[in-house]
Structures are given as structure tokens and as C-alpha cells.
């Protein structure tokens, strides 16, 4: 039973070296896989949109 501590001790060593190695490459993936049509469907100005549901709430806040 002595070797069974070494090997859980030296399986989270490689993984954690794995996990650090492997989420930066994640991040680049993420960010660079954006593509075009989704950056432009982002509102053209800031703050509240006029829709149904703003609509609705603005209408049931009225005292």
C-alpha cells in the first residue's frame, strides 16, 4: 500500500501541469473564435433597449 499514495501524488502533479498548460490555449480559443456577425449585433447605444418586456415592467412600476 505504500505505492498507492505516490501514484494519486504524482497523477494530480500531472494534472494540474496539464491544466495549466491547457487553459491559456482555452483563452486564445475563446477569444479568437469570435466571429464577425456576433460583434455587430451588439447595440448600437448604450443603456436600456425599448422592448416587450421593458415596456411591461415600466407599465406594472407606474403607481
Not at 505505492?3 to 502533479?13: F, I, L, V
Not at 448600437?44 to 421593458?54: F, I, M, R, S, V
Not at 415596456?55 to 407606474?62: E, H, K, L, P, T
Amino acid at each position: 500500500m505504500a505505492n498507492t499514495p505516490e501514484k494519486t501524488d504524482k497523477g494530480r502533479r500531472d494534472f494540474l501541469k496539464l491544466a495549466t498548460a491547457t487553459a491559456p490555449a482555452a483563452v486564445a480559443a475563446a477569444a479568437l473564435g469570435t466571429s464577425a456577425g456576433e460583434a455587430e449585433a451588439a447595440p448600437a447605444k448604450p443603456g436600456l433597449q425599448d422592448t416587450d418586456h421593458t415596456r411591461a415592467y415600466f407599465a406594472s412600476a407606474r403607481f
